[in-house]
């Protein structure tokens, strides 16, 4: 398994605003991965994350929106530009490990006003 | 349309007892099924997982069915335990196109009463 860190745990953002989210990982990954939860929903993928290559990003998820870096093998963040109410949710992280499984960090809470 | 399906949205067992967790899913070319546990304000935790050539996988107090004909999973707990409460997510793995990802189910909230 792996240790992951995810930054800021929480935060209230204003509408129009951008918010970075850091991940951090314990060991040298290949995948990361960020998803969105929102209220009284499932994980959704947004993108996939390999160091060294653009990031792919899932249908109804674009770069400008959520531009994402991944500078070395342990750590990644994912910026969510220009909110709205309906970016609130939970932001999480999560490193694959073996082929398939994955591990996740604690997430991030984010409520836009 | 929901290729990882879970039909309960909550369940309730008495402590001691076994809980069933179901999943249902629709694309038969996934190669991996697996088990997460969620408490709230956490990140979701690897319970256990089943390779699609499997049929069963326990690791203690947690088994996992799989049964390819009925495109159906099950996760068992034997016995139940308080701590056990929290909402557990079904997910399936896909490796289409070389993209590799894990396909969510909508979660089933387990409550174990002492």
């Known amino acids: 398994s792996a240790v992951i860190s995810q930054k800021p745990s929480r935060d209230i953002c204003q509408r129009g605003t951008s918010l970075t989210i850091q991940c951090q990982v314990d060991s040298q990954v290949t995948m990361m991965f960020w998803y969105r939860q929102q209220p009284g929903q499932s994980l959704t993928l947004i993108a996939t994350?390999?160091?060294?290559?653009?990031?792919?990003?899932e249908s109804g998820f674009v770069i400008d929106k959520f531009p994402i870096s991944r500078p070395n093998l342990t750590f990644s963040t994912l910026t969510v530009s220009n909110m709205s109410p309906e970016d609130s949710s939970i932001y999480l992280c999560s490193v694959g490990v073996r082929s398939y499984e994955q591990y996740f960090g604690p997430g991030t809470r984010l409520t836009v006003t | 349309d929901q290729q990882v399906k879970q039909n309960s949205p909550s369940l309730s067992v008495q402590e001691g007892r076994i809980s069933i967790l179901n999943c249902d899913y629709t694309n038969s070319m996934f190669d991996y099924f697996l088990w997460y546990k969620k408490y709230p304000a956490e990140g979701p935790t690897f319970l256990i997982s089943i390779s699609s050539i499997k049929d069963k996988n326990e690791d203690g107090r947690f088994t996992v069915f799989l049964n390819k004909s009925a495109k159906h999973l099950s996760l068992h707990i034997v016995p139940s335990q308080p701590g056990d409460s929290a909402v557990y997510f079904c997910?399936?793995?896909?490796?289409?196109?070389?993209?590799?990802?894990?396909?969510w189910g909508l979660g089933t909230s387990l409550a174990v009463n002492p």
């Open positions: 997910a399936a793995h896909s490796n289409a196109g070389n993209n590799r990802k894990l396909i």
């Open positions: 994350a390999n160091q060294g290559s653009e990031a792919t990003y």
